[in-house]
C-alpha cells in the first residue's frame, strides 16, 4: 500500500517563530504580498525533489487546489509550473490552444493586454475585443464576436484585471461562451483563493493562478486548474519544451507529484502551510469576507480623506483599489509613496494609461486594524486641501 502519511518534520516552536523579525512594512500591493511568519519558517529546510517526502506535499497541493475550486472535483484536475503568473498563463495559452485553433481575448487592461502580447509570440491566430481600462466588459459584442468568427475555438478573459481592480462579469461571459460551446479560460491570478467560486459552475475550463496572491504564499510558482477531458486533449500542443503544461501534468500524474526539472521546493513547502492557514480562517469565503471588510473600510475611508476612487462602486473587486491622484501641485506619488513607507505601509503606483492613480492592495496577511492604521498615516501625509 502507498504510504500517505506528509511527513513535514519541520514544525516550529511558537519561540522558534517569534525570533523571525517583523517586516519593516506591510506589503499593500497585488503580490508578492505580507504572509505571515508561519509562512517564511516553512521554507527553512531543503527538500529533494525526488524524495516522497516532498512528493506528497506537491499531491496535497494539487487535490486541495481542485477541492478550493470546485465540488466537481473528480471532473477537474491541477497543474503546478515553475515561474512567476504569467509563466503560467503563457503555458496555459500554448499548451490549451492547438495549432488549428483561434483565440477570441476580452481585455480591459495591462493584464488582458499581455495574454494577447503572449498569444501574438506564440503565434496564436487570436481576435481581441477590448473596452479600454476603464471599460466594462461589453456581453453582447462578445456573443456578436463569436457568432461572426465561428472559427473561435478558444475564450480568455482577466477576472479582476489587477491594473484597475475591476472585476469582470466571468458568470455572465462563460454564459455566453458555452451558448457557442467555446472552450473557457480565465486568468483569475489576483482573485482566485480569496473569493468563493466554483469553476464547475462558472463553466470555466481552465483557470491560471499563482502562489503569491490571494493563498497568501510567495513567489515562485503559478498554477492551473483544468478540466480533466479538456486538458486530455494538449498532446503536442506547446509551443515550448518548458512551459508545456501538459506534460507537466502527465509527469505529476504517472510519478506521484513529481515536476519536470527542478522545482522551488521551498516555495513550494511554503505555500501548503498557506493553504492550512486558508483552511484554518475558514476557506476561500472566509478569506473573501475579511478581504470585503478590508477594501470597504480603504474605500470609505479615503473617501472621507477625500480622494476618488479609479472605477464606480459596482466594478470594485475585494482585492485592490484604484485612487485618482490629487491634483494640488504639492503632490507627488514619490513623496506621498516614501511618507507612508517610513509609516510602515507600501502602496502601488498606479497603471491606467491616461489617469494619473495610484493603487492600495488589501490582500495578503492584512487585516482590518492594518487598514485603519493606514488610514491615519494617509491622512497625517496630506500636504494639500
Ligand atoms: C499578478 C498577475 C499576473 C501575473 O503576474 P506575474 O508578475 O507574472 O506574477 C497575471 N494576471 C493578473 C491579473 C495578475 O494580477
Redesign the pocket.
Known amino acids: 500500500m502507498r504510504d500517505n502519511t506528509i511527513n513535514l518534520s519541520d514544525k516550529f516552536s511558537k519561540i522558534w517563530i517569534d525570533q523571525i523579525p517583523d517586516n519593516p512594512y506591510l506589503l499593500l500591493t497585488?503580490?508578492p504580498l505580507s504572509t505571515t511568519k508561519t509562512v517564511k519558517a516553512a521554507m527553512l529546510k531543503d527538500w529533494c525533489t525526488w524524495d516522497n517526502d516532498y512528493n506528497l506535499i506537491v499531491q496535497e497541493i494539487r487535490h486541495k487546489l481542485v477541492n478550493y475550486a470546485t465540488n466537481k472535483s473528480d471532473q477537474y484536475t491541477s497543474v503546478l509550473m515553475q515561474g512567476?503568473?504569467?509563466?503560467t498563463?503563457e503555458a496555459m495559452i500554448g499548451s490549451a490552444v492547438p495549432r488549428s485553433g483561434k483565440l477570441l481575448c476580452i481585455t480591459n487592461g495591462a493584464?488582458g493586454d499581455?495574454i494577447v502580447q503572449i498569444a501574438d509570440i506564440l503565434g496564436i491566430d487570436s481576435i481581441v475585443q477590448n473596452s479600454t481600462e476603464l471599460g466594462q466588459v461589453d456581453l453582447q459584442l462578445i456573443d456578436k464576436n463569436l457568432q461572426n468568427n465561428l472559427d473561435i475555438t478558444h475564450v480568455i478573459v482577466?477576472h479582476?484585471?489587477?491594473t484597475t481592480g475591476m472585476l469582470n462579469p466571468i458568470n455572465e461571459i462563460g454564459k455566453i461562451v458555452k451558448n457557442h460551446q467555446k472552450v473557457f479560460m480565465v486568468?483569475a491570478?489576483?482573485s482566485f483563493g480569496g473569493i468563493a467560486m466554483d469553476v464547475d459552475i462558472l463553466q470555466i475550463d481552465y483557470l491560471v493562478s499563482?502562489a503569491?496572491?490571494c493563498i497568501q504564499g510567495v513567489?515562485g510558482f503559478?498554477f492551473v486548474i483544468a478540466k480533466t477531458e479538456e486538458l486530455e486533449k494538449c498532446k503536442g500542443n506547446a509551443r515550448s519544451l518548458s512551459l508545456d503544461l501538459y506534460d507537466q501534468w502527465q509527469m505529476m500524474e504517472k510519478s506521484n507529484g513529481k515536476w519536470r526539472y527542478t522545482s522551488p521546493t521551498h516555495v513550494v513547502r511554503a505555500f501548503y502551510q498557506a493553504m492550512l492557514e486558508l483552511e484554518e480562517e475558514g476557506g476561500p469565503t472566509a478569506r473573501e469576507k475579511r478581504y470585503r471588510t478590508n477594501q470597504k473600510m480603504l474605500v470609505k475611508g479615503m473617501r472621507d480623506l477625500g480622494f476618488e476612487t479609479v472605477l464606480p462602486e459596482n466594478c470594485h473587486s475585494p482585492f485592490i483599489t484604484g485612487f485618482v491622484s490629487p491634483t494640488d501641485e504639492s503632490y507627488s506619488f514619490n513623496s506621498f509613496y516614501q511618507t507612508i513607507k517610513k509609516e510602515g505601509f507600501v502602496i502601488y503606483p498606479g497603471k491606467v494609461t491616461n489617469l494619473e492613480s495610484f493603487r492600495i492592495g488589501n490582500i495578503g496577511d492584512v487585516h482590518p486594524q492594518d487598514i485603519e492604521r493606514l488610514l491615519g498615516v494617509i491622512k497625517n501625509a496630506i500636504t494639500w486641501q
Not at 84 to 87: A, E, I
Open positions: 497585488p503580490g512567476s503568473g504569467t509563466f498563463v493584464y499581455r482577466v479582476c484585471e489587477t486568468d491570478m489576483s499563482s503569491n496572491k513567489p503559478g
